[in-house]
């Protein structure tokens, strides 16, 4: 059977995602309800796919049609405008986003407003935070010990390290703040109060 004009050839694609997924022929053909022997056509090129077929194969395999198609998604725009994206507030804390996206890095504006008393809870978490301080004054506890950071001041560390980050002045405090918690399922906590709505 000749593949259809219209439609690229998946085989490369399909083999690739079943072992990155760890499947054997018989368990991703089990999954997608297929044969091991009409999978094993798909894989090696014998055989093309329908639309419904690659809608279930995609669904199987937890990605799209686009990846099963081997199409390249388009690259996010590397530029964050002024005015762009546009502010969250969540326990008082505002935040603006600053990079793209869909990356494994994050970069944010952030506000942290004044609140008497010790900063905020104790936040312990996967990844890496770094934070400049623009404005304000910011006090940061990272275990038992406390910084007092100044703006033009930075800071870099390891968040599984317990900390609370709190303004100290009344008007509040404005950073840059990156982390890398995009693949954490706690990445909407490591800011802020009890809302998981943080990013």
Do not use: K
Request: hydrophobic share 40%; with cysteine; aromatic share 4%.
């Amino acid at each position: 059977m000749n593949p259809p004009e219209d439609l690229p050839a998946v085989a490369p694609q399909l083999r690739e995602l079943r072992r990155r997924a760890g499947l054997t022929l018989e368990a991703a053909a089990a999954r997608a309800r297929l044969s091991p022997a009409h999978l094993s056509r798909l894989e090696t090129g014998r055989r093309q796919p329908s639309l419904p077929l690659l809608l279930g194969l995609a669904r199987t395999y937890g990605t799209t049609v686009s990846e099963l198609l081997g199409e390249t998604p388009a690259a996010p725009d590397p530029v964050v405008r002024a005015g762009g994206p546009g502010a969250r507030e969540a326990d008082g804390w505002t935040y603006w986003q600053a990079g793209s996206p869909g990356r494994g890095m994050q970069a944010l504006r952030v506000h942290v407003p004044y609140a008497p008393g010790p900063a905020e809870l104790v936040r312990v978490h996967p990844g890496e935070e770094w934070l400049h301080v623009l404005t304000g004054r910011l006090r940061l506890n990272l275990g038992e010990a406390e910084y007092l950071l100044e703006p033009g001041d930075s800071a870099h560390f390891d968040s599984l390290t317990p900390h609370r980050i709190g303004a100290v002045g009344r008007t509040g405090a404005d950073l840059l703040f990156i982390h890398t918690l995009l693949q954490s399922s706690l990445a909407g906590v490591c800011l802020g109060g009890g809302s998981s709505d943080r990013r």
